[in-house]
């Protein structure tokens, strides 16, 4: 039905294809986020085309891009290789498309999309700050964070309406530089599955072995090191049990350096993202310590199990944003507050029974993946409403 030119698709369910390199890797938080929405959005009786490499019905190839490839699949993330007839297989009768990265196959998709005449919507998901923690000296330039920001503007951005970003700072940072586009401030949001553990006995003692847990891409703006470091300086760093879930390129050096550091032996690797609910449930205090980060999914599935947050400080990183009182932030790479603050928490079990509880009804009143994707589809109806040109 359309009126005055207009498609009305106010109550109709949409048809949505989302172009993401990496469908098929649940280890990476972009896929990860990608597949939920998409479940979500079958759920919420819409259809959904996953357009990438390990998709099911419209997989891509893998593009391999001289060590900068390399670089990537230790974060368990692969480019795919841009391909005219996937594109247009898969974009023939959707309502609109949404592009994940402003790599060489989200800017083909987005303009094969225009050229079919689709409306096309894109995520701003890969933070500057986050290409430039894993490419050494490079990060050092003057003004090469700006750099980026322009460069993923004029790759893609500048030509798209409508950008989901996952946190108000995320789109004080795009506006910043420049970005003119109606940016629709929208949660990654959570999986039902990371629901509360058992509550803390307030009654009892502080657990031994007492489980702090991380979770992410083990990479130097994730800076997992001062947590290691605040361990090894806690006053009870001897019943301390350390689990770092994630994978990359900084496995082996924060391996050996919590070897010899801690006086228990560290959990650092791989945990398959099924696990992970059960995982976090398991846990006693939860730790974040990233430098940048544009939403920090890891933290908000660390609260709705339950767990209390302790949460670095940083103007690059959203995360902070979640903390609901003092004891849940430290500044950003301070190894010796972090280790107050965890001991505080570990000597306070009253606060921390009270407290995760607290936590899990908050991230539940406003961070489900349920109520993400109503938002998401509200933008790309909006979307819908006029197409652009590529």
Request: charged share 20%; aromatic share 8%.
């Amino acid at each position: 039905m359309r009126e005055n030119g207009i498609e009305k698709s106010i109550d109709r369910p949409l048809t949505i294809a989302l172009v993401v390199d990496t469908v098929g890797n649940q280890g990476n938080g972009t896929s990860n986020s990608a597949l939920q929405w998409a479940a979500e959005l079958e759920r919420q009786g819409h259809h959904v085309r996953l357009v990438g490499v390990g998709a099911p019905e419209y997989p891509a190839r893998v593009n391999k891009v001289p060590l900068v490839s390399w670089v990537a699949a230790k974060q368990l993330m692969q480019f795919a290789e841009p391909s005219d007839t996937l594109f247009r297989t898969a974009f023939q009768g959707v309502d609109v498309v949404h592009v994940y990265m402003p790599f060489k196959f989200g800017r083909r998709a987005a303009k094969v999309a225009h050229q079919m005449g689709i409306p096309v919507t894109a995520g701003f998901h890969l933070q500057p700050e986050n290409v430039l923690y894993s490419a050494g000296p490079l990060r050092h330039i003057p003004g090469i964070s700006s750099f980026l920001y322009w460069l993923f503007k004029h790759w893609l951005y500048k030509r798209i309406d409508h950008i989901h970003v996952p946190t108000e700072m995320t789109a004080s940072l795009l506006r910043a530089h420049g970005y003119k586009a109606k940016l629709h401030v929208i949660s990654n949001g959570y999986s039902p599955v990371y629901s509360p553990k058992k509550p803390v006995d307030p009654e009892a003692s502080a657990p031994v072995p007492f489980r702090v847990i991380a979770s992410g891409r083990l990479a130097s703006e994730k800076d997992q090191i001062t947590l290691i470091k605040a361990v090894s300086m806690s006053k009870h760093a001897g019943g301390i049990q350390l689990i770092i879930a994630g994978t990359g390129p900084l496995k082996q050096y924060l391996r050996f350096r919590a070897g010899r550091l801690l006086a228990r032996k560290a959990d650092i690797g791989f945990h398959k993202h099924a696990d992970m609910p059960d995982l976090l449930r398991s846990g006693d205090l939860f730790v974040h310590c990233s430098i940048a980060d544009i939403e920090s999914v890891s933290v908000i599935e660390a609260m709705a199990c339950g767990l209390v947050p302790v949460i670095a400080a940083s103007e690059l990183s959203a995360a902070s944003q979640f903390a609901l009182l003092g004891e849940s932030l430290f500044p950003v790479q301070n190894a010796a507050m972090l280790a107050r603050r965890i001991d505080w928490w570990i000597e306070h079990q009253v606060e921390r029974a009270e407290w995760g509880e607290k936590y899990a009804e908050y991230t539940k009143a406003h961070y489900s993946v349920e109520a993400s994707v109503h938002k998401f589809v509200d933008m790309e109806r909006e979307a819908i409403g006029g197409v652009g040109s590529f």
